[in-house]
Nanobody, 130 residues
C-alpha cells in the first residue's frame, strides 16, 4: 500500500502565501521518483478540480488556469515529497487540497484527469479569508 500525507494547510488572509507538502510512504518497490504527482482541490458543494501536476523527472509542470502565475509545484525525490507553493491567495482558493500519485510509471504526458491518479492523500484544509 502507498500512503500520502498532506500538511501545511490553514487559515490565511487574502494575499497571503502557504506551502503545502505531501509525503509519500509505503511499497518500497514503487519508487517515488518514477511517478508524476498532482494536486487537486475540492471546495464545499463543488466538484473536485485539478490544480497542478509535475512529471516524474520534475522538468514538466502543468497548472489549472487560475493557478498559473500564483502556484508552483515542485518535488524533492530524496524526501519523497511534493510541494505546492501558493502565493497571492484568494478567497476562491478555499478548499480541501489533495495530492495524488500517478497510476502510470514514467508517464510521458501529464494529465489533469483525476482518474489517471491511483493513490490519494486525505487532504488538508486551506481557508482564505477576505
Amino acid at each position: 500500500q502507498v500512503q500520502l500525507v498532506e500538511s501545511g494547510g490553514g487559515l490565511v488572509q487574502a494575499g497571503d502565501s502557504l506551502r503545502l507538502s505531501c509525503t509519500v510512504s509505503g511499497r518500497t518497490e514503487r519508487t517515488f521518483s518514477n511517478y508524476a504527482m498532482a494536486w487537486f482541490r475540492q471546495a464545499p458543494g463543488k466538484e473536485r478540480e485539478f490544480v497542478g501536476a509535475i512529471d516524474w523527472g520534475g522538468g514538466e509542470k502543468i497548472y489549472q488556469d487560475s493557478a498559473k502565475g500564483r502556484f508552483t509545484i515542485s518535488r524533492d525525490d530524496t524526501r519523497k515529497t511534493v510541494y505546492l507553493q501558493m502565493n497571492s491567495l484568494k478567497p476562491e482558493d478555499t478548499a480541501v487540497y489533495y495530492c495524488a500519485s500517478d497510476r502510470s510509471l514514467w508517464r510521458r504526458a501529464l494529465s489533469p484527469n483525476g482518474d489517471e491518479y491511483e493513490y490519494w492523500g486525505q487532504g488538508t484544509q486551506v481557508t482564505v479569508s477576505s
